[in-house]
């Protein structure tokens, strides 16, 4: 059973631009939503975070926007840059794990 | 700054073996986790654990699979008699606290690949 779903599975965007990726979910007891970001032979990092509680979180370029109603939950990357292009990860935590997305490839064409 | 150390980077086993991946979370964390990740897909967890015993464990950690914790530092997961299809990126993750308030670190990975 697939806990979190997310879209695109790639991902290209020019320089400058803006990269947004959605992720739904559907267990409800859910309640720690994290975006990993993860570099070729390298482990997943925490990029950002949030809790159902907030609506939006904003760290530099990376916001979160998160709608509780629906399940879902975004990732938008601002002014993009080529250091951007990685495999990016939505991940939802259940009480003792972290389910993951599939991961979007996103690629920052200079 | 601290974080999770695994060994090795890349084992080459032949179908059937057995195999052991470590790790050495970070000191002063008291959960840890193992994930895979088959090449390009998705990571996947396989188990979680705190106060030496599993927490939770999905499908794919079937009666092949176990972990200890043999020491005070060490992780580690055993796969008893490899497969061809257990061949991935073996991460192993550590996290302070439980209750979903702390960020997951994760190792640079174990890749495994099985002959």
């Known amino acids: 059973q697939q806990q979190v779903k997310q879209s695109p599975q790639s991902l290209i965007v020019q320089k400058g631009g803006i990269s947004i990726i959605n992720c739904a979910y559907e267990?409800?007891?859910?309640?720690?939503f994290p975006w990993y970001q993860q570099f070729p032979g390298k482990g997943p990092a925490l990029l950002i975070a949030?809790?159902?509680?907030?609506s939006e979180k904003k760290e530099g370029r990376f916001t979160i926007s998160f709608n509780k109603s629906a399940k879902q939950f975004s990732l938008h990357i601002m002014d993009s840059q080529p250091g951007d292009s990685a495999t990016y990860f939505c991940?939802?935590?259940?009480?003792?794990?972290?389910?993951f997305g599939t991961g979007t490839r996103l690629t920052v064409i200079p | 700054e601290p974080e999770v150390t695994q060994t090795p980077s890349h084992q080459v086993t032949q179908m059937g073996q057995e195999v052991i991946l470590r790790c050495v979370p970070i000191s002063n964390h008291l959960y840890f986790y193992w994930y895979r990740q088959i090449l390009g897909q998705k990571v996947e967890f396989l188990v979680s654990?705190?106060?030496?015993?599993?927490?939770?464990k999905s499908e794919i950690f079937d009666d092949q699979f176990s972990v200890e914790r043999p020491d005070g530092s060490n992780f580690t997961l055993k796969i008893r008699s490899t497969k061809l299809e257990d061949s991935a990126m073996y991460f192993c993750a550590s996290r302070a606290d439980r209750a979903n308030t702390g960020e997951l670190f994760f190792g640079e990975g174990s890749r495994l690949t099985v002959l």
């Open positions: 991940a939802a935590s259940g009480a003792n794990n972290l389910f």
């Open positions: 949030i809790r159902p509680d907030v």
């Open positions: 654990f705190y106060n030496n015993e599993i927490s939770e």
């Open positions: 267990n409800t007891a859910f309640d720690y």
